[in-house]
C-alpha cells in the first residue's frame, strides 16, 4: 500500500511539473506575440534628377530648420594615384578648399563665410573627392556661388600647398605614437597586400613629390559633370531648386569618364606577425583575413554572425573575454563588407601586455567554439532584434538618407538597398548563418598581428609558430634598388630594415683632422674641452612660424652624454621639456605627457651633433673629419668640413684663420618630418675657460626658424639628477 501512494505521488509530481513547463513556454510564446512588431520603414525617398551632361543631382526638402546642406561626390581619388605620390589626395583636399580661387584667396572665403556661420570644405578620399556646403537659407545664393566657384575655378596657391605638405609631414612623424593607428595600419597591409591602395600610406617622399601642377592636372582630370552626384538636403522647394541648379551646371560640358584603377589583392600568409613597442604597457592584437562586398548574397547572414559573435555587449567576445575572463580592455569585430571591394574579416583587442598569449588563447577559443556552435536559435533571433532596432537610429535624418541613397547611387547598388535591408535581415535563418560560418571562418587563415612590448608578455609568441617582425621605421627617403633607406628613429625598437642604420664613418683625411684639431685649439683647447661633464645655458629665443613670431626664455642643461632638461617660459606658461635615453615627457600646468621615441631619439642625435660634443671626440675613432673644399658664408671664404659623429653627418664651413665653426648643416627631423637644417654661429666669447659662440641663427628648408641669444653658459654646474625623473 505504502508503495502504491509513493508511487501516485510521484506521478503527481511529475505532472505538475509538467503543466508548470507548459505554463512557462506558454507565457513566453505569448509575450514573444504579445511584443510590438517594428514600424513599416519607407524612407522619404530624395527626388533624383539626372542632367543632360550626365550629372546626377538628388533633392531632399527638410523644413524642420532654415539650413540647406550640400554635397557633391566626385568619382577618382587616391586609389587611382601612383603610389610614388601617395598622400597627394589629403593634399589636394586641402589645398582645394584653403587655395581659394583665383579672385579670392582662401582666408578671404574664411572670412565671408564665418560671418555667416556658413560652410564650404573639400576633401579628397580613397576612390572619390568632396565639396561640401552648410548655410542659412537666407545665405544660400551668396554660399552656393562660392561653393561653384570653387568647385569650377580652384587655384591651389603654393603656400597652401606648402602648408598641406607639411601637416601631412607632421602626420607621418607622428604615426607610431599610438598603438590603435600602428594596428589598425599594419593590419590593412596584412588583409590587403602593402601595395593594395585601401593599405597604402604617404612617406616623406612621396608627399614631397607632389607639385601643385599635380593638383592641377587631377583636378582638370575628374572635375566634370557626368563625375558628378550632388545632393542637397534642407529648407527649400524641390522645383525652384532644381531650376537654380539646372541654369548653374546643365551648360557644363561633359568630360572623359574615370577608369576605376584595377586592384589587386595580395593578403599576407596566415601566422604571427609582431611589431615591437617598447613604451607601452599594453598590446593590440588584430586576427585578419579577407571579408566581402556588400553586394554579395551572404551580406545579411554575415551581419547578423558578426553579432552574435563580436558586435556588442551582449555578443560572445565581450562576454567572454571582457566580462567574465577579464582579459581584454575591448573586444570585438567580425566580416566587413565593403560596396566595391572585398572588406577585412577582423577581430581586434587591446589587453595588459602581461596577458597577451592568454587574450589571443581565449580569442582562438572563441573562433573555435563558432565553428562548433555558429549560434542557436535564441542567439539568431536576438542578434536579429538587436540589428533592427539600432538600424532605424542609423538613418533617423532626412540627411542620413540622403546620403545613403547618394553612396548607393555611387557604386551602382539599388535605389532601394536601404529597404531590402530589413526584409533580408529579418530572413536569416541559424542555417544560414551556420553556412556563412563555415564558409569564412577558419582560426587558420588568420593573421595575427601584435603590437606591444615582447619582455612583458607572459609567453613568448613563437608558441604560436614563427613569428615575422615588422619594421615600422619611419625612413627619410625612399629604400634603394639594394634596399637601404635613411631612417628618422621611428622604429620604437621593431625590427629595422636592412640597411636602415646611419652611414659608417668612412675615415678622416690629414687636412681634415688638421682643421679639427684648429676648431678644437679656437674652443680653448682638448684639455678643457674633455673636463665638460655638465652644460648649462640660459637663452632668449624667438621661434618664427607661419602663425607668426614666438618669443621664449629658456634654461636648458645638459649632462653628457645623453640627458637633457630644459625648462621653457612662454606667454602661455612654463613648461619643462625632459630627454634621456629612457624616457621623454613634456610636463606643464595641463601635466605630464609623453614624447613619442622618435623625438626623443632625434634630441640626443642633434644633441651629440653640437660643436663641443663634437669636439671632445676629436680623437674618438668613431668620428671622422674630412676637409672638403670651401663656401662662402655671407662673405667669408669657410673651410667645409665633412664631420661624421657616431653615424650622425654634419657639414660644418669653418673660418681656417680663426677656427670658428660659423655654419653647421645636417638632416634632421623637425615637426613636419625631415628638414635640412642649418645653423649659423657668431658672436663668439669667453666662458669660463672656453670660447663660445653666443648666437645662432637656425634655418629649416632655407626657412627662418629661430633667433637664439645665448645669456649665460656655465661648465660643469651642479646638477640634481631628480630633474630628469618624471613628475
Known sequence: ??????????????????????????????????????????????????????????????????????????????????????????????????????????????????????????????????????????????????????????????????????????????????????????????????????????????????????????????????????????????KAMEAKLRKTFESWPKGPAIVPAKLEFKPAAPGTYFVEKEDVNQSTIEFVSQGI?????????????????????????????????????????????????????????GTKSGTT?????????????????????AEIQKAKENILNSFIFEFDSKEKILGERMTYEFYGYPADFLERFRAGIEKVTPADVAAVVKKYVDGRKFAVLVVGKSADFDSALTKYGKVTPIDITIHEEPPSAGGSAKASGGSDGAAVASGAAATAPTGSNAE??????????????????????????????????????????TESVAVFPDQLHTVMHTPMGEMSMVVTPQSAFMAGAQGVQDLPPTMRDNAIKDFKREPVYVAQHADDPKYSFTASGTEKVGDKSAAVLEVNADGNPTRWLVDSQTGQILRAKFKTSGQQGPVEREIDYSDYRPAEGLTLPFKRTTKDNGQLAATTEVKEIKLNPVVDLKVFAKP
Open 1 to 238: 500500500m505504502q508503495r502504491k501512494i509513493t508511487s501516485l505521488l510521484s506521478l503527481m509530481l511529475l505532472l505538475l511539473c509538467s503543466l508548470s513547463v507548459f505554463a512557462q513556454d506558454s507565457r513566453e510564446k505569448q509575450l514573444e506575440q504579445s511584443k510590438p512588431k517594428l514600424p513599416e520603414f519607407k524612407p522619404q525617398e530624395p527626388k533624383r534628377i539626372q542632367l543632360a551632361n550626365g550629372m546626377v543631382v538628388f533633392l531632399q526638402e527638410d523644413h524642420e530648420l532654415p539650413i540647406i546642406d550640400g554635397t557633391a561626390k566626385i568619382r577618382g581619388g587616391s586609389r587611382e594615384i601612383p603610389a610614388a605620390k601617395a598622400g597627394m589626395m589629403g593634399i589636394y583636399g586641402s589645398a582645394w578648399r584653403t587655395g581659394g580661387t583665383p579672385t579670392k584667396t582662401g582666408d578671404q572665403f574664411d572670412d565671408m563665410l564665418e560671418a555667416r556661420a556658413a560652410k564650404v570644405e573639400t576633401g579628397g578620399g580613397i576612390d572619390s573627392t568632396n565639396i561640401s556646403l552648410s548655410t542659412l537659407k537666407g545665405d544660400f545664393d551668396t554660399v552656393f556661388d562660392t561653393f561653384v566657384d570653387l568647385l569650377k575655378n580652384p587655384e591651389f596657391r603654393q603656400d597652401k600647398v606648402d602648408l598641406a605638405k607639411q601637416q601631412i609631414s607632421t602626420g607621418i612623424s607622428r604615426r607610431n605614437d599610438e598603438m590603435d593607428s600602428i594596428a589598425g595600419r599594419e593590419a590593412a597591409k596584412l588583409g590587403y597586400g602593402a601595395e593594395n591602395p585601401y593599405a597604402r600610406v604617404p612617406e616623406y617622399w612621396t608627399v614631397a613629390a607632389v607639385s601643385r601642377q599635380d593638383l592641377i592636372d587631377w583636378h582638370k582630370k575628374t572635375v566634370h559633370p557626368n563625375n558628378i552626384i550632388l545632393g542637397l538636403v534642407g529648407d527649400f522647394d524641390s
Open 293 to 349: 562586398r556588400r553586394d554579395s548574397p551572404d551580406y545579411y547572414a554575415t551581419r547578423v554572425m558578426n553579432e552574435v559573435f563580436g558586435g556588442g555587449f551582449s555578443s560572445r567576445l565581450f562576454s567572454s573575454i571582457r566580462s567574465k575572463q577579464g582579459l581584454a580592455y575591448s573586444v570585438g569585430g567580425g566580416i566587413g563588407a565593403s560596396y566595391d571591394h572585398p572588406g577585412l574579416f577582423s577581430l581586434s583587442m
Open 357 to 377: 598569449a592568454q587574450a589571443i588563447d581565449a580569442l582562438n577559443n572563441e573562433v573555435a567554439t563558432l565553428v562548433r556552435d555558429p549560434g542557436s536559435e
Open 512 to 553: 681634415g683632422k688638421a682643421l679639427m684639431s684648429k676648431v678644437v685649439a679656437a674652443m680653448g683647447g682638448m684639455q678643457k674641452l674633455s673636463a665638460v661633464k655638465a652644460m648649462s645655458q640660459k637663452t632668449a629665443q624667438v621661434r618664427h612660424t607661419p602663425q607668426g613670431d614666438l618669443e621664449l626664455e
